[in-house]
């Protein structure tokens, strides 16, 4: 008996529903092995039977929290998939001012006609069982994960810094540059993919557990800074713990 699974989305681009989609043989391979009950970017057809959500998008809208809460109950796995689900992502940077202010900026003098709260991921209303980081998500990664759930094994994120990652692609630090980098206390798992190709960490993964503990605290104080400096610079990605109201 093949896995029953859905995708869902909520309030996000559907850029990690494209990397799914963009898996080619390996999804070729995974549909194979599972059975696709629901999957709106990609087929018509519908059922609600399903045993995996891969859930994207973050929680934007009041009405979303009872959509969510009945996939959560039909789904023995839940899964977030990508930034905006699995720490509320760019979506988040609304948090930093007045909801109305957000919809009006979003749509202007029709914006009595939306309704907005501060996003916030998947988590926050739901138990979620494992996470696909990332904006968009690493294919690779996603590949692993889906692997591990069809194996029943809880999929383990990297607890260490994109550092550890980055010096092992002997990259040259873009501190060295005079830029800053949230690396040192973002999540590894991609293979330092931005700074290898010479930009800086955004941070897209999230932050590390414990970031003013795990943080590589040495790269920061060679240069100047510390942990709280870099936060307060990247807001792209690190904005759902601060909520305007
Ligand atoms: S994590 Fe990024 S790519 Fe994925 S849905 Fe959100 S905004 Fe789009
Ligand atoms: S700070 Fe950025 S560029 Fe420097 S080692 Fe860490 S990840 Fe690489
Ligand atoms: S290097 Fe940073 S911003 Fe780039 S993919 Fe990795 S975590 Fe995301």
């Known amino acids: 008996m093949r896995p029953k699974v859905a995708v869902f989305d909520f309030g996000c681009c559907e850029g990690c529903q494209l990397?799914?989609?963009?898996?080619?043989?390996?999804?070729?391979?995974?549909?194979?092995?599972?059975?696709?009950?629901?999957?709106?970017?990609?087929?018509?057809?519908?059922?609600?039977?399903?045993?995996?959500?891969?859930v994207e998008g973050s929680i934007t809208r009041e009405s979303e929290i009872p959509r969510l809460e009945a996939i959560r109950r039909q789904a023995k796995v839940l899964v977030a998939l990508g930034a905006c689900a699995?720490?509320?992502?760019?979506?988040?940077?609304?948090?930093?001012?007045?909801?109305?202010?957000?919809?009006?900026?979003v749509y202007g003098d029709k914006a009595r006609w939306f309704d907005t709260i501060p996003a916030r991921p998947l988590s926050a209303y739901v138990p979620v069982d494992a996470a696909v980081p990332g904006c968009p998500v690493d294919r690779q990664?996603?590949?692993?994960?889906?692997?591990?759930?069809?194996?029943?094994?809880?999929?383990a994120l990297p607890t260490y810094p994109v550092c550890v990652e980055c010096k092992?692609?002997?990259?040259?630090?873009?501190?060295?540059?005079?830029?800053?980098?949230?690396?040192?206390?973002?999540?590894?798992?991609?293979?330092?993919?931005?700074?290898?190709?010479?930009?800086?960490?955004?941070?897209?993964?999230?932050?590390?557990?414990?970031?003013?503990?795990?943080?590589?605290?040495?790269?920061?104080?060679?240069?100047?800074?510390?942990?709280?400096?870099?936060?307060?610079?990247?807001r792209m990605f690190v904005s759902s713990a601060e909520v305007a109201q």
């Open 19 to 54: 990397q799914l989609v963009n898996l080619e043989e390996a999804l070729l391979d995974l549909v194979g092995l599972v059975d696709v009950r629901q999957w709106r970017e990609a087929m018509s057809e519908h059922a609600d039977d399903y045993e995996i959500a891969l």
């Open 86 to 105: 699995h720490t509320g992502g760019i979506n988040a940077m609304k948090n930093h001012m007045p909801m109305e202010q957000a919809l009006e900026i």
């Open 141 to 155: 990664e996603l590949v692993e994960v889906v692997k591990a759930l069809l194996m029943g094994v809880t999929p």
């Open 168 to 234: 092992m692609a002997e990259n040259v630090c873009v501190f060295d540059l005079g830029l800053t980098c949230m690396g040192p206390v973002t999540r590894a798992g991609c293979r330092a993919r931005c700074p290898s190709n010479g930009n800086r960490c955004l941070g897209c993964r999230g932050l590390v557990p414990e970031p003013n503990a795990n943080a590589h605290k040495e790269i920061l104080a060679e240069h100047g800074r510390t942990v709280e400096d870099i936060l307060a610079e990247y």
